[in-house]
């Protein structure tokens, strides 16, 4: 909004629900905000690619873990493969439900299989 580009609630959306594809996310939502303002012209786009490197890189170095900082920690690959195979599975509303879902199996098979029937104690993901 502060660059006058048109849709930038719209963009923003976008841009922030491409960020829980990790790695590749960012990138991807930062492609339909370069390409709208790309009509605006060359210098805008410029100047957007600027404010999304900025945004992206306070979010992904300092808001992150602080929000983070109590949360469920998991392996890069499973998370990714996770979210591969959750938007085979469903397209992008599995994409989304994917990790929380994958999160939720894996205490739920921590405390039912390991905890209980195995009787070892265990370290439960978040806690």
Do not use: C, N, R, W
């Not at 790309?38 to 999304?52: C, D, N, R």
């Not at 900025?54 to 170095?61: G, H, K, M, R």
């Not at 493969?81 to 205490?107: E, K, M, N, S, Y």
């Amino acid at each position: 909004m502060l660059l006058g580009v048109p849709m930038a609630f719209t963009l923003g959306l976008i841009a922030g629900l491409a960020t829980f594809i990790p790695y590749i996310g960012p990138i991807l939502g930062a492609i339909p905000a370069l390409m709208v303002a790309f009509l605006e012209g060359p210098e805008v786009v410029l100047y957007v690619a600027i404010l999304y490197f900025l945004v992206e890189t306070a979010e992904s170095s300092f808001i992150y873990p602080l929000a983070t900082q109590k949360a469920v920690h998991l392996a890069p690959a499973y998370t990714v493969i996770i979210q591969l195979a959750g938007g085979v599975i469903a397209g992008i509303p599995g994409v989304i439900l994917a990790t929380p879902l994958a999160v939720v199996g894996a205490v739920t098979i921590q405390l039912l299989y390991v905890e209980d029937i195995l009787g070892e104690d265990v370290e439960i993901l978040g806690s």
